[in-house]
């Protein structure tokens, strides 16, 4: 029984909703309409995210469409996202050390599934109720982008200030490109600021490409080993960064 809508955004619109079965309150998302291959596509990958259980990876209980309109069925979440706890001044070192590994260790099991998320950000990064945080909309980006019949030569996916420079320049990105997004993500909990401040579009993606970041311990108090994984995150080689998810959260 849907309740009321909680927010809507690139991927579609978020609705409170409580399963009858159990009487318990569920999140349902509902994407874009979609083709017959691609709700055929949508039914395949939404069985892959559900079998993902890591309790740093928001939980699919379900996935079904309506009159072509494809949903996932999930837990819903109630504290929020990174991007509100966000502040200027940076947060602490071991709250924010410690939201990201547990991240990490979601987005591990996730790579190990197969499922590459494409479009990490502070935003993608969700709390429950107990603040423990959950990567959401894993696998998401790709599947919305083609509905929407974006997935054409040239057309990026993911949100340009955390896209990994070898997407910019067409490749079709991989874990490593998680692994960077994941990267901007901690140096911007950690500065206060993301590691590029250009405000123009085509300046932010050509300095992605060709622009090193400044260290982090030049703007923020870190030691010098939480600096030194930030910027092999940030690697503009893909074979520079840490070699997955799981050995970054090392």
Same mark, same amino acid.
């Given at each position: 029984?849907l309740?009321?809508?909680?927010?809507?955004?690139?991927?579609?619109?978020?609705?409170?909703?409580?399963?009858?079965?159990?009487?318990?309150?569920?999140?349902?998302?509902?994407?874009?309409?979609?083709?017959?291959?691609?709700?055929?596509?949508?039914?395949?990958?939404?069985?892959?995210?559900?079998?993902?259980?890591?309790?740093?990876?928001?939980?699919?209980?379900?996935?079904?469409?309506?009159?072509?309109?494809?949903?996932?069925?999930?837990?819903?979440?109630? *504290?929020?996202? &990174?991007?509100?706890? %966000?502040?200027? !001044?940076?947060?602490?070192? #071991?709250? =924010? /050390?410690?939201?990201?590994?547990?991240?990490?260790?979601?987005?591990?099991?996730?790579?190990?599934?197969?499922?590459?998320?494409?479009?990490?950000?502070?935003?993608?990064?969700?709390?429950?109720?107990?603040?423990?945080?959950?990567?959401?909309?894993?696998?998401?980006?790709?599947?919305?982008?083609?509905?929407?019949?974006?997935?054409?030569?040239?057309?990026?996916?993911?949100?340009?200030?955390?896209?990994?420079?070898?997407?910019?320049?067409?490749?079709?990105?991989?874990?490593?490109?998680?692994?960077?997004?994941? *990267?901007?993500? &901690?140096?911007?909990? %950690?500065?206060? !600021?993301?590691?590029?401040? #250009?405000? =123009? /579009?085509?300046?932010?993606?050509?300095?992605?490409?060709?622009?090193?970041?400044?260290?982090?311990?030049?703007?923020?108090k870190?030691?010098?080993?939480?600096?030194?994984?930030?910027?092999?995150?940030?690697?503009?080689?893909?074979a520079?960064?840490?070699?997955?998810?799981?050995?970054?959260?090392?």
């Open positions: 029984r309740s009321h809508q909680l927010g809507a955004g690139a991927c579609g619109a978020v609705w409170l909703a409580t399963a009858l079965t159990h009487a318990r309150p569920v999140a349902l998302k509902f994407l874009l309409p979609a083709s017959p291959e691609l709700l055929a596509r949508f039914r395949r990958e939404g069985q892959v995210l559900a079998r993902v259980r890591h309790p740093n990876v928001l939980t699919i209980f379900d996935c079904d469409d309506m009159d072509g309109r494809p949903f996932l069925v999930m837990e819903h979440l109630s *504290g929020g996202s &990174l991007r509100t706890k %966000l502040s200027p !001044r940076g947060l602490p070192l #071991e709250r =924010s /050390l410690g939201w990201m590994a547990a991240c990490l260790e979601g987005l591990a099991a996730c790579h190990d599934a197969g499922i590459v998320h494409r479009d990490l950000k502070p935003d993608n990064i969700m709390f429950g109720a107990d603040e423990s945080p959950r990567l959401v909309d894993m696998g998401l980006a790709a599947m919305t982008a083609e509905a929407r019949s974006l997935t054409r030569t040239g057309m990026l996916i993911g949100t340009p200030r955390y896209i990994p420079p070898e997407v910019i320049v067409g490749d079709p990105g991989g874990p490593p490109g998680d692994v960077f997004a994941m *990267g901007v993500t &901690l140096f911007e909990m %950690l500065a206060g !600021r993301p590691p590029l401040t #250009e405000t =123009s /579009l085509s300046k932010l993606l050509q300095a992605q490409v060709t622009d090193m970041p400044p260290r982090l311990d030049t703007l923020v870190v030691p010098r080993e939480v600096a030194d994984c930030v910027a092999r995150a940030l690697a503009k080689l893909p520079a960064r840490p070699a997955s998810a799981r050995a970054f959260a090392a």
